[in-house]
């Protein structure tokens, strides 16, 4: 069945550092989302992507944040300056039509941890 | 923006009793989905509603959307070990490409 891949599965980072965060998205699928999740918490909406564009993006993805789609297969979410606060699992998911009209497929996430 | 409530937060019952969460928006919805979260894992697809007064059902899992739109439930019946988890009901924005996701209700089942 296909699925997300997400890579690294962890990553310790120290503040200040650059992170990214790489995902492969199912390969019919045609837009692409980063979504977080702070220990315990709800999963929060990061931003999502389609034909190569930011389609939109939260409050919580200020200008330390960027997404890219480097080639035609990933999908990387890169924070440039971490903060403890962006300490959190980080889920990339990816569907056939726009969000909330069907169904997500979440990858199994990025544990980051910022020291 | 749009809010979802999700009550209640926390609902522990021994295996075999039912079990019920049920989701609040603070605006009407176009349709809703329910995700489940296992422990440590990532959350699934289980269903997504679309019309006024929708029920369905898949085996144990009873879900309900609102006459109005604005609420949903899910219910399931005589729980076992294997529901464990958070369960998340998600609607999308007016006009967005975004899903918010409920706070979610963790369940644990004791056997």
């Known amino acids: 069945e296909p699925e997300v891949t997400q890579t690294p599965s962890h990553q310790v980072t120290q503040m200040g550092q650059e992170v990214i965060l790489r995902c492969v998205p199912i390969?019919?699928?045609?837009?692409f989302y980063w979504y977080r999740q702070i220990l315990g918490q709800k999963v929060e909406f990061l931003v999502s992507f389609y034909n190569n564009e930011i389609s939109e993006k939260s409050e919580i993805f200020d200008d330390q944040f960027s997404v890219e789609r480097p080639d035609g297969s990933n999908f990387t979410l890169k924070i440039r300056s971490t903060k403890l606060e962006d300490s959190a699992m980080y889920f990339c998911?990816?569907?056939?039509?726009?969000?909330?009209?069907?169904?997500?497929?979440f990858g199994e996430g990025s544990r980051l941890t910022v020291l | 923006g749009q809010q979802v409530m999700q009550i209640p937060q926390y609902q522990h019952v021994q295996e075999g009793e039912d079990f019920t969460t049920y989701c609040n928006s603070s605006?009407?919805?176009?349709?809703i989905q329910w995700y489940k979260q296992r422990p440590g894992g990532h959350p699934v697809f289980l269903i997504q509603?679309?019309?006024?007064?929708e029920v369905k059902k898949q085996k144990r899992l009873t879900f309900q959307f609102g006459e109005a739109k604005k609420n949903s439930s899910l219910h399931i019946t005589a729980t076992q070990t294997t529901d464990v988890g958070t369960y998340f009901c998600a609607g999308p924005g007016a006009g967005s490409y975004q899903l918010t996701f409920g706070k979610g209700t963790k369940l644990s089942v004791i056997p």
């Open positions: 998911a990816s569907s056939v039509s726009v969000a909330g009209t069907g169904e997500l497929f």
């Open positions: 509603l679309v019309k006024s007064g």
């Open positions: 605006t009407t919805l176009s349709n």
């Open positions: 390969s019919n699928h045609l837009y």
